[in-house]
Nanobody
């Protein structure tokens, strides 16, 4: 079992900033990609940003230039720095990790429980 625990969500005014953190723990052999996704009420879950173990990043067009994803491989932790927040960024943000759990032959993926981000206008 691999658990992901997110923190850092909350309520912020438009134009403000928040930093999300997600720490992975459990039977981790190695983690490849980590990422952030979000789901607004009545909408499908969508990709926000991902980062590989080597540091390659990918962002949704809607957050490019405002959000920055980073990770600390030694701590199995991924971060999302969110600046210039907009009301349309309001959503539950989920952390995801893909890698090998328990050993090199066991491909796995895990989701966090989600953290609410609310941006007021």
């Amino acid at each position: 079992q691999v658990q992901l625990v997110e923190s850092g969500g909350g309520l912020v005014q438009a134009g403000g900033s928040l930093r999300l953190s997600c720490a992975a723990s459990g039977s981790i052999f190695s983690i490849n990609a980590m990422g952030w996704y979000r789901q607004a009420p009545g909408k499908q879950r969508e990709l926000v940003a991902t980062i590989t173990s080597g540091g390659s990043t990918n962002y949704a067009d809607s957050v490019k230039g405002r959000f920055t994803i980073s990770r600390d491989n030694a701590k199995n932790t991924v971060y999302l720095q969110m600046n210039s927040l907009k009301p349309e960024d309001t959503a539950v943000y989920y952390c995801k990790a893909d890698g090998y759990w328990r050993g090199p032959s066991f491909v796995g993926g895990s989701w966090g429980q989600g953290t609410q981000v609310t941006v007021s206008s």
